[in-house]
């Protein structure tokens, strides 16, 4: 009977994490693109001025507002800075599942003080360097994952809770599943 019961919550899981994602890549396609636009646009530019190739020049950095994030943040915009490159900072609104009641979070409100809070934290420690903000909600490692894929980035600077055992068996690792399926090397900072 309690085998039934897991299977059945991770149905439940399973379709409301899909509704929610689905939404969000639609919303996320149209930005998505816009900043890809741009960034060959920049590329194009630098090939013309015959500017020499450079390590990364995009750089994707996923941050979650927790104790590490200003670390992981520093160490982006240190790298972006040593490279010439743009910043790309990612901010993904959780989705709280209920179970048989589907996905609940009061989407534009939480992308709304999302939004707000990443734009005070660029304004307080990103002001020397290129950088692009984006927020949206859905499951944190298939958008960081979409975002690296759509605006071709170089480089994706995270960090990572640095669960162990069965806390990181049950809650699943954003920063494991970057890893694995990017397109691209991940640099990772344990927090403490």
Known sequence: MAGERDRLGEKIKATGNAAANQWASKRDSELLAAMNRKARERAAQERKEGRKPRAFNRILCPIDFGKNSLKVLALAKQIASENEAEL?????????????????????????????????????????????????????????????????????????????????????????????????????????
């Open 88 to 192: 790309y900072v990612l901010h993904v609104c959780p989705s709280i599942l209920v179970p048989l009641g589907g996905a609940i979070t009061n989407k534009p409100a939480a992308e709304k003080d999302a939004r707000d809070k990443l734009a005070q934290t660029a304004a307080k420690h990103l002001t020397d360097v290129a950088h692009e903000l984006m927020v949206t909600s859905g499951d944190a490692a298939e958008r960081v994952i979409n975002a690296q894929s759509a605006l071709n980035i170089d480089l994706i600077v995270m960090g990572t809770h640095g669960r162990r055992g069965v806390p990181r068996f049950f809650l699943g690792s954003v920063a494991e599943r970057v890893v694995r399926e990017a397109g691209c090397p991940v640099l990772t900072m344990r927090g403490e």
